[in-house]
């Protein structure tokens, strides 16, 4: 069976595409034809196939540039695609940012599925997110009266919006399944999807368990920005670190909110306690030197991969309950949920995490048993299932 991955970016922007990446290295590993097409990057992995100019020029804005709703080239190259590679389906991931919902023309003539990663088929800010709060309406002119899509050129936003999304809607109501990583994504998405739908959990790779780090660091793993609600972490570790003396907060990941992040670090005196490293590839030395994941979101996160990915190697993780977030942390049990945009809980909570050292061990060995239910073999054995049902 011949399956063509078709998805923005090759290389590990964020959690979708290295969940993209790894799945698709994951399938080719157990002898799948898989193949990769995305936009050029200069950063693209190894893994790439097939690759096409992005739309994108700084020199038009988005919304008076032609192709950011119908990317010709992605078109017509996905075209020669398809007729060199002949795939049996077409397994559809974000398209929306660079290759345009050009790419979703083929879905009438091919059995095809979309892994949907955020919302981006449903929210033009892909987040459901407003002023730090879940936001429950679709696409509309609540979008337009919120002032939600742009403070500046308003109207001329919507209405290019408007039309992009129309032409998303129109395509992917012919995808045959829509696969969420999620019950909460598929709730979402059903508000304006009929499509079948099924939720697929994202996995993660179990590493053989290791003595747990109680005097570790406290971690966070991902961008840099407003929604993430990094700021309430730095915040939160601001009330605490004078009864944690030994402990530091690891920040790893870059974003367009890092400067602000620096500067509130600055302005807390906390330079010394408050280690930035930066995008990583590879985050392996941080799990293992750390005691604590805190994913401190502020918008309803699809899944948290990076949950699962810190549960593996056997750390607990304090997260607030949104999105798909409260479907893989059982509280007190493998970790704790609190409420989002507060500091002053999240301070709270993670002080009562490091009180009881024999808490966190048991902790650390429940939040490993959670990691063995989103293994790769389940994860490709749900996806086969789907492919040969379409075929």
């Known amino acids: 069976m011949r ?70 080239l992605s078109f017509i190259k996905l075209g020669e695609v398809i007729t060199d590679f002949k795939p049996d389906i077409l397994h559809y991931g974000n398209v929306c940012y660079e290759l345009s919902p ?53 109207l001329v936003r919507y209405l290019s919006q408007l039309i992009r999304m129309r032409l998303l809607r129109y395509f992917v109501n012919q995808i045959k399944v829509l696969i969420t990583p999620s019950n909460f994504v598929g709730e979402v998405v059903s508000r ?40 309430d972490l730095i915040l939160a570790f601001s009330k605490v670190e004078s009864r944690l003396p030994n402990r530091r907060l690891v920040l790893v990941g870059d974003g367009n909110y890092k400067q602000q992040l620096i500067d509130l670090t600055h302005s807390l005196k906390l330079e010394r306690r408050i280690m930035f490293k930066g995008y990583k590839a590879d985050v392996a030395r941080y799990y293992r030197n750390s005691s604590l994941v805190v994913v401190p979101s502020q918008w309803p996160e699809p899944f948290g991969i990076v949950i699962i990915e810190a549960m593996a190697y056997g750390i607990p993780v304090i997260a607030t309950g949104v999105g798909g977030i409260s479907e893989i942390i ?62």
């Open 102 to 154: 050009s790419v979703l023309c083929y879905v009438k003539r091919y059995p095809s599925v979309m892994k949907v990663h955020d919302y981006s088929i449903v929210c033009p800010k892909s987040t459901m997110n407003k002023e730090n709060h879940m936001c429950n309406v679709s696409f509309s002119l609540y979008c337009l009266k919120s002032h939600c899509i742009s403070k500046r050129y308003q």
């Open 3 to 72: 399956i063509l991955f078709i998805h923005d970016y090759g290389y590990k922007l964020g959690g979708a595409e290295a969940e993209t990446l790894a799945r698709l290295k994951a399938m080719r590993d157990r002898g799948f034809n898989v193949k990769l097409f995305t936009s050029k990057s200069r950063l693209n992995s190894e893994l790439v196939d097939y690759s096409v100019r992005s739309y994108r020029t700084r020199w038009i804005p988005d919304f008076l540039n032609p192709f950011y709703y119908f990317n010709l």
């Open 192 to 231: 304006v999807y009929s499509n079948p739908r099924v939720t697929i959990n994202n996995y993660v790779s179990v590493i053989k368990r290791r003595p747990y780090k109680v005097n570790g660091d406290i971690l966070y793993i991902g961008r840099l920005a407003k929604e993430k609600g990094v700021q």
């Open 330 to 391: 059982k509280h007190g049990n493998n970790g704790y949920l609190c409420k989002p945009n507060d500091a002053h809980i999240l301070a709270r909570v993670i002080l009562s995490f490091f009180r009881d050292t024999n808490r966190m061990k048991k902790m650390s060995a429940a939040a490993f048993n959670t990691s063995k239910q989103y293994s790769t073999q389940k994860f490709v054995a749900k996806l086969s299932k789907i492919y040969e049902m379409l075929k």
